[in-house]
């Protein structure tokens, strides 16, 4: 079999699905679709450089997303279409995909557009395609780990989940590279979590509960909560968890900054001085970090474990999983975008092979556990498990 992709997004992770459609997908065409032609081009032209002699072909369009009619020709003959455009356009898409009767998923961050692509379920269903939201890193790969875990015990009861995208040394004032769009990040820094504890949902404050993390590969880091990497899990699994938690990871002193520049104002959307001046501080913020975080010359890693608890068979059992990833020098890409965009070109491939049913559905009930790991490889993304 061979189908044909649309990748909303030809920036960094859009352009690594691409690539691992094209290599792992049995795609016949990729389509590039981006609001500036020229960086679809700009894409379309790496990838043939980068998959020499593939049969895939690559088809860069313009395409703002806001625009329906831009969209629907955006999707002409595709089985699936992943979104690596904001997370703020993915209920748009996944309803424009529906209308055209392709597959949808996304790399998603913010769990109230998530659960806006959920409703379009019996929509999905009647139109005979799934839609698979939050399918990246974290929520993502996490994620996925985390069914598996759970689905590999008669009685699983924790689950937890650490992940981070760091460089592969502390650089700058917050230690920290940009790896991703800075309103990602943003998204993720403030607000609430929603965790399992107690077998309930309960709300947690970002950058709180601070705790220490250890790896092989690095000295102390440091984990805290952060919003969005639990994605629909404590909903799916209350009832069967007692606790399910998400917490990012990075090197130690960076959350303390971070606290200190929301506690000042400068992640505020909106603020009034007292002699009535108006400012858009984050707006500065945005355009600070992009200009002082960029640090090309400095490699980033991706880390991410994943802790399971409970028993099997009558006997206490836990598994950890854990992937350490970086940047590949062969292909340009970096360790952020590979375990951000293969995972997810992975369930698309899923979707565009008919292995998930028909619908909106969360990852973790509708993306078969034990398959979605066994084909991992393929991706280039490994995953030690161990029972510690």
Same mark, same amino acid.
Not at 82 to 89: D, E, G, Q, T, V
Not at 299 to 322: E, F, K, N
Not at 378 to 388: A, D, K, M
């Given at each position: ?23 792992? /997908?049995?795609? &016949?065409? $990729? #389509? ?5 032609? +020229?960086? *679809?081009?700009? =894409? ?26 831009h969209v629907r020709d955006a999707l ?32 998603? /961050?913010?769990? &109230?557009? $998530? #659960? ?5 379920? +019996?929509? *999905?269903?009647? =139109? ?244 979605y790991v066994d084909e991992l490889a ?11």
């Open positions: 079999m061979s189908y044909t992709y649309t990748v909303f997004g030809a920036g960094r992770q859009g352009v690594a699905a691409a690539y691992d459609f094209a290599k792992n /997908g049995e795609a &016949e065409l $990729v #389509r590039l679709a981006d609001s500036d032609e +020229k960086v *679809a081009e700009r =894409a379309a032209k790496r990838l043939k450089k980068l998959l020499k002699g593939t049969r895939c072909k690559f088809e860069p369009v313009r395409c703002d997303v806001e625009k329906r009619k002409r003959g595709a089985q699936v279409a992943l979104s690596a455009a904001p997370y703020r356009f993915n209920a748009q898409l996944a309803e424009l995909c529906v209308e055209s009767k392709c597959s949808f998923l996304d790399l998603g /961050g913010n769990t &109230e557009v $998530v #659960r806006a692509e959920l409703k379009l379920h +019996k929509r *999905a269903k009647k =139109a005979g395609v799934s839609i698979v939201p939050d399918c990246g890193l974290a929520p993502g790969l996490g994620n996925h780990l985390a069914a598996h875990g759970i689905a590999s015990m008669d009685t699983p009861r924790h689950a937890h989940v650490r992940c981070g995208g760091l460089p592969e040394k502390p650089v700058g004032p917050l230690g920290y590279k940009l790896v991703f769009n800075f309103y990602g990040l943003w998204n993720e820094y403030r607000g609430e979590a929603e965790f399992l504890r107690g077998g309930k949902r309960v709300r947690v404050p970002t950058l709180s509960e601070l705790e220490s993390f250890t790896t092989s590969h690095f000295g102390p880091l440091e984990a805290c909560v952060t919003s969005g990497g639990t994605s629909t899990c404590p909903e799916s699994w209350e009832g069967v968890l007692e606790s399910f938690d998400y917490k990012t990871i990075r090197y130690p002193g960076h959350w303390a900054q971070i606290r200190t520049l929301f506690e000042l104002g400068f992640m505020d959307e909106h603020f009034e001085a007292a002699d009535g001046a108006e400012f858009e501080p984050v707006e500065l913020t945005r355009r600070l970090f992009e200009e002082r975080l960029k640090f090309p010359d400095v490699r980033d890693v991706v880390l991410l474990r994943v802790l399971v608890i409970g028993s099997h068979q009558g006997q206490p059992r836990a598994l950890q999983y854990d992937v350490f990833d970086s940047h590949d020098e062969t292909t340009g890409f970096s360790a952020m975008e590979r375990t951000t965009a293969f995972p997810a070109a992975l369930v698309g491939h899923f979707q565009a092979r008919g292995l998930i049913e028909p619908g909106a559905r969360p990852l973790e009930l509708c993306v078969p556990p034990q398959r393929l991706h280039g993304i490994v995953v030690q498990v161990r029972e510690p």
